[in-house]
C-alpha cells in the first residue's frame, strides 16, 4: 500500500522531504478550497523542487464542476507545472455520462503532453451529501475514460471519516471493481491510524492521509510533522506485515 501525503504548501513539503523514507506520493491541494481543492502552478513548481527527486508529486485539479474544458486545461496546468500524478474531484458531475465526459477531456489533454503521467478519477464517499456520481460508479467512469486510477474521498469535511458513510464492506467492493479492470484504487477521507487494518485487508493501493499527520490531527490548521509521517507509515508496514502471515497462515 503506498502512502500519500498532502501538504498545502512548501513548508510542509519541506517537512514532508524530511520525511520522504516513510512516504511514496507528496500531494499538492489547497484544503481551504474544498476537499480536492487546487493549489496555484507555481505552489505545484515549488513543492516539485523541494521534494526528492524520485518521489512523484500529484496535484489535484480541483472539486471541479461538469465543464469539460475548463477542467482539461487545468488538469494540463498541473501536469506542465510538474506533477505527474493528476486527480479530479467529479464533484459537479450527477451521472456516469458526465464524468466519463470530464475526465476523457482529462486524460486526453494530460497524456498528449507527458504520456507517463497518471490519472486519477476521484469521487466522493459521502456523494450522497453533495448530489455528485454513486462511488461505486467510480471505477467504470475511470476505465471507460482511460484513467490509470479510481479513488474515494469525502466531500464534506465536517470530521466524519471515509468509513462512516461507506463501510469497508463497500469499499472493499469498490477496491475489487477497480482491481477487475487493471486499475489502481485510492482510498481517503479522513483516514486514521485505527483505519489501517480495514483498508490493508480489502487490498487498498494507495492511502491518502493528512489529517493523520498534522499536529492536533488537524487538517486545517494543524501543520504536517516528520514524526507523525514516520509513525503512520510504521503503523502501515505493522499492518501489512500482520496481513501478510495471516494470508500466508490461512493458505
Known amino acids: 500500500m503506498l502512502l500519500l501525503i498532502s501538504p498545502d504548501g512548501v513548508e510542509e513539503a519541506l517537512d514532508c522531504a524530511k520525511a520522504a523514507q516513510h512516504l511514496d506520493i507528496v500531494d499538492v491541494k489547497k484544503p481551504d478550497e474544498g476537499s480536492l481543492g487546487a493549489n496555484f502552478p507555481w505552489v505545484i513548481r515549488e513543492i516539485r523542487e523541494a521534494v526528492p527527486a524520485d518521489k512523484p508529486v500529484s496535484a489535484t485539479v480541483g472539486d471541479v464542476p461538469y465543464k469539460p474544458g475548463t477542467v482539461a486545461q487545468a488538469a494540463l496546468g498541473a501536469v506542465v507545472s510538474g506533477a505527474t500524478y493528476i486527480k479530479v474531484g467529479l464533484y459537479g458531475c450527477t451521472t456516469p455520462e458526465q464524468a466519463i465526459d470530464v475526465m476523457r477531456g482529462v486524460v486526453r489533454a494530460v497524456k498528449d503532453h507527458r504520456p507517463d503521467a497518471f490519472v486519477v478519477a476521484s469521487g466522493y464517499a459521502d456523494a450522497h451529501r453533495v448530489g455528485c456520481v454513486n462511488p461505486l460508479a467510480l471505477p467504470d467512469i475511470a476505465r471507460r475514460s482511460g484513467s490509470d486510477a479510481a479513488m474515494l474521498d469525502t466531500a464534506v469535511k465536517d470530521g466524519t471519516r471515509l468509513f462512516d458513510h461507506l463501510p469497508p464492506e463497500t469499499c472493499e467492493e469498490f477496491v475489487r471493481r477497480a482491481h477487475e479492470t487493471g486499475l489502481l484504487a485510492a482510498l481517503a477521507g479522513s483516514v486514521r491510524v485505527e483505519d489501517l487494518g480495514a483498508l490493508t485487508r480489502i487490498g487498498t493501493d494507495i492511502v491518502g492521509v493528512r489529517g493523520a499527520v498534522c499536529e492536533g490531527g488537524d487538517r486545517n490548521v494543524g ?18 506485515a500482520q496481513h501478510t502471515v495471516a494470508v500466508t497462515t490461512a493458505g
Request: charge should be positive; proline fraction near 6%; hydrophobic fraction near 50%.
Open 223 to 240: 501543520r504536517i510533522r516528520p514524526h507523525l509521517v514516520a509513525a503512520f507509515r510504521a503503523e502501515m508496514d505493522r499492518h501489512a
